[in-house]
């Protein structure tokens, strides 16, 4: 009798980049570190800290160090992630930090699930890990709780020395179409662990949800 084996992507449909690696996103975590986590917030989210108003979403939290900084700073922060090993790592850290932010399970394709709305989201290193199909479901899924700004930071494809699955900048704008409106497209550079301190080549993409007629 075959032996049976658990689904490595918990009954999700595998994202692009699941499918390319052959390995579901909670894998980048099990040997220590993942490539983009170097240990603490990427410096354009502390530096743009400031404008982020309200209830925040963090898509795609990973181990926490943005969510974490947030929460530091007395917003209330919900993180979401599909990897299961980083949000139990995100959970210790704001227990032994005394911090108070919230780690869910959810997947960034479908956060209509969550049923929250959020006046600020978040999103570091997602938005440049899908494809032009995935991207477009993305927005769709960030339509169902974002009410206020979103910010975007994902690597670039401009400068050297580029990051994974860089973006260029009219890729970055083509889903946001009806409901929302790109306000500001800003060159940034992206932390890793196998870059130097000065990190990758980023945008920093700050996109408003307009308000709705009904």
Not at 39 to 61: I, K, N, S, W, Y
């Amino acid at each position: 009798m075959p032996q049976r084996t658990e689904d490595p992507f918990s009954g999700r449909t595998p994202t692009s980049h699941e499918r390319m690696t052959g390995l579901p996103w909670d894998a980048s975590y099990h040997e220590g570190p993942a490539p983009w986590d170097f240990g603490g917030p990427q410096p354009a989210f502390v530096r743009a800290a400031g404008r982020f108003t309200g209830t925040v979403l963090d898509a795609g939290c990973g181990s926490g160090e943005n969510a974490l900084h947030l929460a530091s700073r007395g917003l209330r922060v919900l993180g979401v992630d599909v990897a299961e090993t980083a949000l139990r790592a995100a959970r210790e850290k704001a227990a032994h930090r005394g911090l108070d932010a919230e780690f869910v399970t959810a997947d960034a394709l479908h956060l209509e699930r969550l049923h929250r709305r959020f006046d600020t989201v978040v999103d570091c290193g997602l938005f440049h890990a899908f494809d032009a199909e995935e991207r477009v479901q993305y927005v769709k899924s960030l339509e169902a709780v974002a009410e206020g700004t979103l910010y975007i930071l994902c690597f670039s494809d401009e400068g050297e020395n580029t990051g994974p699955h860089p973006v260029k900048r009219e890729a970055l704008t083509a889903p946001f179409g009806e409901g929302w409106r790109v306000k500001s497209i800003e060159k940034e550079r992206v932390r890793t662990r196998f870059h130097d301190e000065n990190g990758a080549p980023a945008w920093f993409a700050t996109i408003e949800r307009e308000p709705s007629d009904e």
